[in-house]
């Protein structure tokens, strides 16, 4: 424990004082780990009931969008935990952290209890008239999303806990937990799928059971670590109650991020439903090219978590020139970084097809996808910084709005009048490529000018007197103390 708090004091320093480029690349290795776990749940969700057949592969995937669309606001709300915590902490506000940390699990365990209720109600509307699911898939799909929503508390409490304690600059506790929870996944997915002695198979439920076990392990250790004082984050029950005041700045800073989320999952569906008129060819060279993609976002998740703390932290402290410098050293380095990236892959496309697929026209079709769709890759760095920038200063609305342009009017919008022969023009796959590549590109140019404009400077958070010091002042004046304006060091 002692190690760990010296670790967090000197990274804290760092954050405040120290050099820019070795700061986010320290706190950003952990981030790109974490992420790479996570995506060892679907892999081996896939993997298993791959065993089973083409029916229990299908039922999560055509289920996620379903799913994805709610958890999105645990995403979002989670983004309210990293920019109250951050800034409280550049602050020096320890006890004022400890209860936003406290009011974030709580708002977040009542509206995931909401949400997922909610989810399993109109789960059977959602897959047939949303997604339009067939009729051998759909009583699997909704076995799968039932449980998952039944069990999103457990996982809204690890989001929450993952983006407090990426608040105080500790990276490698989240990615430690998730490690955990990944590996109580890998046992439990054949046991619960197959069977094992007198435990029967649960097949498709079995998967989602392990997934909702598995992050209720994570959701458990988390609570234990978060009262056991062996974190910077030290919560006591007292904090867990929800207060009017920290609701609305929950909202306020949350709100607009998880209704930016829940835009990109409805961008996804259509975008997807777009894609799935040209054919299978056009599909399958997405979905690889996707993949692809993806490890090129690994840049951008290593920097994007890191430069919220980072900018969450100085607003904090009140030293907004600090904080654009780190804005604009990440900047350099991600655009840098994603150029060269490109022309790697841009170079290697058709190879790296060929890894996934020997069909000739998927190879081909891809190759085209990523010839076009690669460039925009810098830009969409470009949006995604600017997003960690105004969400780590609490100002959250900027991306928000950002977010939905570019998902509905220009990355759907765009796609559908290029593909489909509207206005006489008809560039099938090509046309839903350039549509991707001008969402990126024209966000991206309009992330970067807002960025430039300074409207994301100045704290959002209202520091509160320590309770001590209120009971005490409320003894010697008999008045009720102004909460709203007073600094805690």
């Known amino acids: 424990m002692k190690e760990t708090s010296t670790r967090i004091e000197r990274l804290k320093d760092d954050i405040l004082n120290g050099p820019i480029i070795k700061t986010l690349l320290v706190l950003g290795w952990p ?106 898939v759909f009583p699997k799909a909704l076995v799968y999303i039932r449980i998952i929503f039944a069990g999103l508390p457990l996982m809204f409490v690890f989001f929450g806990f993952r983006s407090l304690i990426r608040g105080i600059g500790d990276m490698i506790t989240p990615m430690l937990v998730t490690g955990a929870s990944v590996i109580v996944n890998m046992f439990l997915d054949p046991v619960l799928i197959f069977g094992l002695g007198i435990l029967p198979g649960m097949g498709v439920a079995g998967a989602a059971v392990a997934t909702v076990l598995s992050r209720g392990a994570a959701s458990v250790l988390a609570i234990y670590l978060l009262f056991s004082g062996r974190l910077e984050i030290h919560l006591h029950f007292r904090h867990l109650i929800l207060k009017l005041r920290w609701v609305k700045q929950i909202l306020k800073i949350g709100l607009p991020s998880a209704i930016g989320q829940a835009g990109t999952a409805v961008g996804s569906v259509l975008l997807m439903g777009l894609i799935s008129r040209l054919g299978v060819v056009a599909v399958s060279a997405y979905g690889i090219g996707q993949r692809i993609i993806r490890l090129l976002n690994v840049a951008i998740w290593g920097l994007a978590s890191p430069l919220t703390t980072m900018i969450g932290q100085n607003i904090g402290a009140e030293n907004e020139s600090r904080a654009s410098t780190i804005a604009k050293r990440a900047y350099t380095l991600s655009f840098s970084t994603l150029v060269i990236l490109a022309l790697f892959v841009f170079l290697l496309r058709r190879p790296l097809f060929r890894v996934f697929i020997d069909d000739p026209d998927v190879v081909e079709t891809g190759a085209r996808f990523l010839s076009i769709f690669l460039w925009s890759i810098p830009f969409f760095g470009l949006f995604r910084l600017t997003s960690s920038v105004f969400r780590g200063s609490g100002h959250t609305r900027p991306p928000m709005v950002m977010s939905l342009i570019r998902l509905i009017p220009l990355r759907v919008g765009v796609s559908y009048l290029l593909a489909f022969g509207v206005a006489g023009i008809n560039l099938g796959s090509d046309g839903i490529w350039l549509g991707l590549f001008t969402s990126n590109f024209v966000v991206g140019i309009m992330a970067f000018g807002w960025f430039l404009t300074g409207t994301w400077k100045g704290r959002t958070i209202k520091e509160e007197e320590p309770e001590e010091t209120a009971s005490k002042n409320l003894k010697d004046t008999t008045e009720a103390p102004d909460l709203s304006g007073s600094s805690v060091d």
């Not at 996620?64 to 602050?91: D, K, R, Y």
Request: net charge negative; aromatic share 10%; charged share 10%.
């Open 31 to 136: 981030v790109i780990i974490s992420n790479a776990l996570q995506m060892l749940y679907n892999l081996v969700d896939t993997y298993w009931l791959g065993k089973i057949g083409k029916v229990a592969v299908s039922a999560p995937t055509v289920g996620f969008p379903v799913v994805f669309l709610l958890i999105s606001f645990g995403f979002g709300f989670s983004i309210a935990g990293v920019s109250l915590v951050s800034q409280h902490t550049g602050a020096g506000s320890s006890e004022n952290a400890n209860r936003a940390a406290g009011q974030v699990i709580s708002f977040m365990l009542v509206s995931s209890i909401v949400l997922g209720g909610i989810g399993y109600g109109i789960a059977p509307e959602l897959l047939q008239t949303l997604m339009g699911v067939p009729e051998d």
